[in-house]
């Protein structure tokens, strides 16, 4: 793709499927949760037909069509956003997230799994590679709770906080702070393996 010369800092979340340092907010289409009445009486009739009939198998395809059809429609989605955001940007930071860990939580992990984020971090390296495009994923510890003006670090910020607001008069939306915290630290990566790449070219040339 031509170079666009403009560089992103992605934040995935619940509320907001993914927040840019931009300040674009996509909101999260909770595929599952949108489906659960179609996946509930679907799964009422399995359950109430005969194990081993006929009737019990059309049932249990029926349900698992149910299921297909989420995950198409996660994963449509997932293709067509990776390619907008690399279309639009040379290079693309996001969290390197460890979500094995976070679907432990009970409380969040139908939502986490709904979203799709490691779907969704898959697009992304894969078209990227395809596009000329570079994706790298940063430490998303305290990305949150730095101020990306001043960099102080906010500690008591519960996450109900939508607005960050810091001691030095900076205020933000809560996800956009965190995007451009990103953002920063995969500058710095860019900035680093650049000199690593040029230096290298200078001693071949040499």
């Known amino acids: 793709m031509p170079a666009t010369g403009v560089d992103v800092g992605i934040d995935v979340g619940l509320i907001s499927l993914i927040t840019t340092s931009a300040g ?91 979203a799709g984020w490691g779907l969704f971090a898959a697009h992304l390296t894969s078209k990227a590679a395809n596009a000329g495009r570079e994706v790298v994923f940063v430490n998303p510890a305290y990305t949150s709770r730095t101020c990306y003006a001043c960099g102080q670090l906010v500690l008591h910020l519960p996450l109900s906080q939508r607005v960050f607001r810091c001691a030095c008069g900076y205020v933000a939306d809560h996800d956009e702070n965190a995007a451009r915290n990103i953002l920063r630290l995969g500058q710095s990566r860019w900035a680093s393996t650049s000199t690593l790449v040029g230096g290298a070219q200078e001693a071949a040339a040499l």
């Open 24 to 114: 674009e907010h996509v909101e999260h289409p909770a595929w599952y949760r949108k489906a659960q009445k179609r996946l509930r009486v679907a799964q009422r009739r399995v359950s109430r037909r005969k194990k081993g009939g006929a009737n019990r198998r059309k049932a249990v395809i029926a349900l698992q069509r149910e299921h297909e059809r989420i995950a198409n429609q996660r994963r449509d989605f997932l293709y067509k956003l990776s390619h907008r955001l690399l279309t639009a940007y040379d290079h693309v930071a996001v969290e390197d997230l460890r979500i094995r860990n976070m679907v432990q939580n009970h409380h969040l992990s139908t939502s986490i799994l709904d």
